[in-house]
């Protein structure tokens, strides 16, 4: 397949990395979103009442298949650093689909768990490490555009979707809605990624950022500067990344907030539903946490460009644990979109500075499995919180306990942040450039 890539790229009347973009843009829209909790969200009281699962059971799937997804991320990662994302994506984006369409004939807690577990660590692992890392590994100094655009199209799926799943539910039965779902995303979702869809502009005799604009190579890679080009990036081992302190920090900080976007979003419309909320107005607080992820990924990336990853990382985090404690006080529906609003828009921050920093911080030659272990930090986090709030109600009541101890523990682990600084050349044994599969260097001597 590299050869039709190859001769595409020429064939392409502008730089192939807008193409890549392209098909991680389509898949971050459709394949990422089917399996998500913000689409869940509104399948949980339909099928719950339907068959008499409980909140804690529901939400025991999206946890099972988080681990599931911890224990698959690392060995994901090393495939995306040798073959690239294209294969990833396309295969992660059938098993998807076909498991929506197969979500749409269960009729057992079992079934359910069988289908929706691999499907979302389908989610949770391959898609979105596929997806960055084919952004992140075509560009460098637009970087932070490219992953905003990305990002984007995955807030424009979140907020689409909900409302979409709503619809179809209302017009038809929630089974019709998982068939109609699973079915347009292998439609759009696998072809064109594997075919392609290339692992890194040098594969194809290309320089990222299409080798215009690049500032001068040579100067101080500190803590605060973003690299601008090849010779600028400092590359990483898997070894030497986990010396570092940002790392640990990194890996903290996503275990902190996804416990905080997966345990609120996925429990969002039930709570307001359990509190007289009629389901066709509570799903708006599902579709406004997904839809302000789509400014909030272009507010980041600006600030990204002007501000240093460790005063990002924290910015975010707090806005994160605001939406969540908003939401847990929240009675009517006024004040639960407002929270849900905050939510989503300090999440879309966690995604964007998340995917931006691990590259930048660590470079590209082994960013995927660098990245698979920040994963693996974040869908833990999207395993326990889902399953914490769903025990809590089924105990107490109520949701409010859970979604405050979630913003309070964020908002410390936010502060904490501020220390982790971007490690020298020094930290990675002087390692700059990014080496080819035949072992020669492609950057700078």
């Known amino acids: 397949m590299r050869g039709l890539q190859t001769r595409t790229a020429r064939a392409t009347p502008f730089y192939y990395g807008w193409v890549i973009l392209g098909l991680s843009a389509i898949a ?45 991320a690392p060995l994901v990662g090393p495939v995306l650093d040798r073959y690239g994302s294209g294969m990833v994506v396309g295969i992660s984006s059938g098993i998807a689909g076909l498991c929506a369409v197969a979500l749409g004939a269960v009729n057992q807690i079992w079934l359910f768990y069988l289908v929706y577990v691999p499907g979302r660590a389908t989610f949770a692992s391959p898609l979105e490490l596929g997806t960055s890392v084919a952004v992140s590994n075509w560009f460098i100094r637009r970087r932070p555009f490219a992953l905003a655009l990305n990002h984007v199209s995955q807030g424009s799926g979140l907020a689409i979707m909900p409302l979409v799943s709503q619809a179809i539910i209302g017009a038809w039965n929630w089974e019709t809605a998982w068939y109609a779902l699973g079915i347009w995303t292998i439609a759009v979702g696998v072809v064109p990624a594997m075919l392609l869809m290339a692992r890194r502009p040098e594969d194809l005799g290309l320089e990222p950022d299409g080798g215009a604009g690049n500032t001068p190579a040579g100067r101080r890679t500190g803590s605060g500067r973003r690299p601008q080009n090849v010779a600028d990036e400092i590359n990483f081992t898997q070894r030497q990344a986990i010396r570092t302190r940002a790392f640990w920090l990194m890996m903290l900080f996503a275990f902190a907030g996804f416990i905080v976007q997966a345990g609120v979003s996925l429990h969002q419309v039930p709570h307001f539903v359990d509190q007289g909320v009629p389901p066709s107005v509570a799903v708006w607080t599902a579709s406004t946490f997904a839809i302000s992820q789509v400014p909030a990924s272009i507010f980041w990336s600006a600030l990204s460009q002007r501000f240093a990853a460790r005063l990002m990382m924290p910015a975010s985090g707090l806005v994160v644990a605001a939406g969540a404690i908003t939401t847990a006080f929240a009675s009517g529906i006024a004040v639960g979109v407002l929270g849900a609003f905050f939510l989503g828009f300090g999440v879309g921050g966690l995604h964007m500075i998340a995917r931006l920093t691990w590259a930048d911080y660590f470079g590209r030659l082994h960013l995927g499995v660098i990245r698979s272990w920040g994963l693996a930090a974040q869908v833990g986090g999207q395993a326990l919180g889902p399953l914490a709030a769903g025990l809590a109600v089924d105990r107490v009541g109520s949701y409010e306990g859970a979604f405050l101890a979630f913003g309070v523990n964020l908002a410390v682990v936010s502060l904490l942040m501020l220390t982790a600084t971007r490690p020298g050349r020094k930290a990675a044994g002087g390692g700059m450039g990014i080496e080819s599969d035949a072992g020669g260097s492609t950057g700078s001597p």
């Open 28 to 72: 971050s829209c459709s394949s990422r979103p089917l399996m998500s909790v913000a689409v869940l969200t509104v399948f949980v009281v339909p099928m719950s009442e339907q068959f008499g699962w409980t909140r804690a059971q529901v939400a025991g799937a999206v946890s099972l298949g988080g681990v599931l997804a911890v224990v698959a």
